[in-house]
């Protein structure tokens, strides 16, 4: 098992170096450039040169590269020169980047609380009401756009019968801690606060979570589907097994492994859809931040987001690799 974790581990290093690579070059292949962007209307020839030289822009590229390496290790990324200018853009991921991480970590609570028990309900009585109410109700999911949604569910229930706030992350006084709302109102034991912090985020996160419920439950569904025409389960029912035992260790074992790796594609999806959901209902986060970089070309910022978004999506397939080996021994020896 170390071994297979090790191996991961050198292919995640491998990824990141390839799409550090990638996006430092997409960043100086866009309209414009990055002295452009910084100087504004006020750039003049003189200045673009005198900047270009201060940010190493006349050195060749492979020279230029290894400079960006070394500074991103470090976490040196530049200064915003637009989303928040003169903030160092790290300091504007780990401001931002908890509440992205909240949002999406709530709609993929959300997202798997609803489709695994469903999925498994709707295979177990297939061809029933319930199971063609949940397949009309998956497709709607995959059909609604996200801002569509997220609009709708905040003119019903926040505008219209005030059940919960219409926008931002808390309304009251709290302590902070790490960043994450919810996890500083328990750890602080301030419970209104946590409770505020939730309540936030219930309607964006069923709004990001429409999507990645719609795919985890018909994934579910077609796999439990699946594993129930298999031998060893008739076996263990005529045993006289009770179906507790034969759900938990025959069925949803053996049909946890394609619904894993879709749990682990649609976490990429939430940090994209967080964009609109995040626009939609004023949240401070990583994808508020990035559509203001993209629109006021904000190089360092673009750099720092687009490089943790990245990662975390690399990060979170890792997760999947290893719960690939947990569910599923044979993984390791691939």
């Known amino acids: 098992m170390l071994r297979f974790i ?63 390496l070394k500074r991103a290790v470090t976490g040196d990324f530049g200064v915003s020169n637009g989303v928040q200018p003169g903030k160092p853009a790290m300091d504007l991921l780990l401001d931002r980047f908890p509440a992205t991480i909240e949002l999406s970590l709530v709609a993929l ?15 177990k009585r297939h061809g029933s009401l319930l199971d063609n109410l949940s397949v009309i109700g998956s497709l709607v999911g995959v059909a609604v756009p996200v801002f569509f949604l997220a609009f709708l569910l905040r003119y019903v229930f926040a505008q219209e019968l005030h059940w919960l706030p219409v926008s931002g992350r808390q309304e009251v006084d709290a302590t902070r801690v790490t960043g994450f709302f919810i996890l500083d109102g328990l750890l602080t034991r301030e419970w209104d606060a946590a409770w505020d912090a939730l309540k936030h985020l219930l309607l964006p996160g069923l709004a990001l979570a429409s999507i990645p419920f719609a795919m985890i439950f018909r994934i579910t569904r077609a796999s439990v589907l699946e594993v129930l025409d298999e031998d060893y389960v008739r076996t263990a029912e005529s045993k006289g097994l009770t179906q507790r035992v034969v759900r ?87």
């Open 6 to 68: 090790i191996r991961r581990l050198m292919q995640l290093v491998l990824v990141i170096f390839v799409l550090s690579l990638l996006l430092f070059l997409w960043l100086r292949a866009l309209p414009g450039g990055i002295v452009s962007a910084m100087l504004g209307e006020r750039a003049t020839p003189e200045s673009r040169a005198r900047l270009t030289h201060e940010l190493g822009l006349d050195e060749p590229i492979w020279v230029q590269y290894w400079t960006f």
């Open 109 to 123: 609570v959300i997202a798997i609380g609803l489709a695994l028990p469903l999925g498994y309900l709707a295979a």
């Open 248 to 334: 938990g260790r025959h069925v949803m074992r053996n049909a946890l492994l394609p619904v894993i790796t879709a749990i682990g594609l649609q976490m990429g999806g939430l940090l994209a859809g967080a964009v609109l959901t995040e626009s939609v209902f004023n949240i401070a986060g990583i994808g508020d931040a990035l559509r203001q970089a993209f629109s006021l070309r904000d190089y360092p910022v673009l750099q720092v987001l687009i490089l943790a978004a990245a990662g975390t999506y690399v990060v979170v397939n890792l997760i999947v690799d290893i719960l690939y080996a947990v569910v599923d021994p044979r993984v390791r020896t691939r």
